[in-house]
């Protein structure tokens, strides 16, 4: 089953924050997130794992409840260089299969 | 440059031609995926192989759709009697064999079916 993320899209000016969130309704392994600019291909960002560890981006935070089956991507201070889709994909089993993305959430920075 | 390299970037195709895509994952990672993305859509999982072994494939990969990963190495994806509808960016990506490992894209081809 896809993830849903949520909201579709924001709109923010530059130095804002943001909040994206992904949930799925089958259990999960990992949360990884990605940045897509158009025409381009994903980005990786950061990865949770099933049991609190974390890696990935050094500006940006992320958070796993396991129980909730929910990820929340939390960026901060948010620059120009941050505009584009962020799509979270879903692992239910450790690199044995391939990511269920979500549909993406558009998120444009203005100055 | 070591990222994951793909082949071609574009490909223009006539309805009913076979076309084939190759990739090159990082050296030393030993898993490789493939999927497909149309727009406004996230990535769709086709198939996966560890090593030479391909140990997972969608429902989405109808049987016009192989995938090969001879040796380990490069792998191809090819698509036979391709149709309007396979018209997207087919991407790959590859990661280590640990853990949560994460995945590394390439920067995919773009079919367009006429």
């Known amino acids: 089953q896809q993830p849903v993320q949520s909201p579709q899209a924001v709109i923010l000016r530059e130095g804002e924050d943001a909040v994206i969130n992904c949930s799925s309704s089958k259990a999960l392994y990992s949360v990884h997130w990605y940045r897509q600019k158009h025409g381009e291909a994903p980005v990786f960002l950061m990865i949770l794992l099933k049991g609190g560890e974390q890696k990935g981006h050094d500006k940006i935070s992320a958070s796993f409840n396991e129980k909730k089956q929910q990820s929340s991507l939390y960026l901060t201070a948010s620059q120009l260089s941050y505009s584009g889709t962020y799509f979270c994909?879903?692992?239910?089993?450790?690199?044995?299969?391939?990511?269920?993305f979500g549909k993406g959430t558009h998120l444009i920075i203005q100055p | 440059d070591t990222g994951v390299s793909q082949d071609p970037r574009h490909k223009i195709t006539k309805r009913g031609q076979n076309v084939t895509f190759r990739c090159d994952p990082i050296s030393e990672h030993n898993r490789l995926y493939w999927y497909r993305q149309t727009l406004g859509q996230g990535p769709e999982f086709l198939t996966y192989?560890?090593?030479?072994?391909?140990?997972?494939k969608s429902r989405l990969l109808s049987d016009r759709f192989s995938a090969e990963r001879p040796k380990g190495s490069f792998s191809t994806l090819e698509i036979q009697r391709t149709e309007q509808g396979d018209s997207a960016m087919y991407l790959c990506?590859?990661?280590?064999?640990?853990?949560?490992?994460?995945?590394?894209f390439g920067p995919g081809t773009r079919l367009t079916v006429l």
């Open positions: 994909g879903t692992e239910k089993r450790g690199g044995a299969d391939g990511l269920t």
């Open positions: 192989f560890q090593n030479e072994a391909q140990l997972e």
């Open positions: 990506a590859s990661s280590p064999l640990s853990e949560g490992g994460e995945q590394f």
